[in-house]
């Protein structure tokens, strides 16, 4: 099935960089750490593998674009725990089993292992494809895969880097009040 529209684009400054939102007129696309002049060759290989067909325009005041960056501002101003965009997914049916989980067993404030997601999808014997499928969770922060630790409890693997896993877990367990950006 192919998909042909517009990608609209924008990016968000927070306290841990510049995240790039994208979205169509059905919902959010991605949100990934960068601007958008560094992701556009991967952003253009990835529309390719998931037939979506269609140009990417720079559209700040997209409802989608303005609703993702306000529920991410709100996020960093600590008066926002859950996000309610409206995200399309593209991945396997593995991979988005793991990010509902992500979304939907870690909350606000905690952390769970691989170990316990996978425990979790009745998958026990997949820690590994549970990694896999959070190192490739297209959500930054709305799905909080920087809630993932290791199951010896230490900070592991984060696509954002670990410096901006352990700020978000500290913002979330209120041991650093993070300054918000415009």
Known sequence: MS??????YDASETPV?????LATDEGILRIDYGHFDELVSFYQTWTKKHLLKGSFERHPNHHYVMQAKMEIRE????ER???SLPLICYGTPFEKSVWRALKSHIPFGETRSYKDIAITLKASQS???VGGAV???PFSIVVPCHRVIGSNGKLVGYAGGLERKRKL???ESNKELIKVHG
């Open 3 to 8: 998909y042909q529209s517009i990608i609209y």
């Open 169 to 171: 877990l500290d913002l």
């Open 81 to 83: 725990e859950v996000f």
């Open 75 to 78: 996020y960093f101003a600590k």
């Open 127 to 129: 820690v590994r494809a």
């Open 17 to 21: 960089g510049s995240l790039t939102i």
């Open 135 to 137: 190192n490739k969770n």
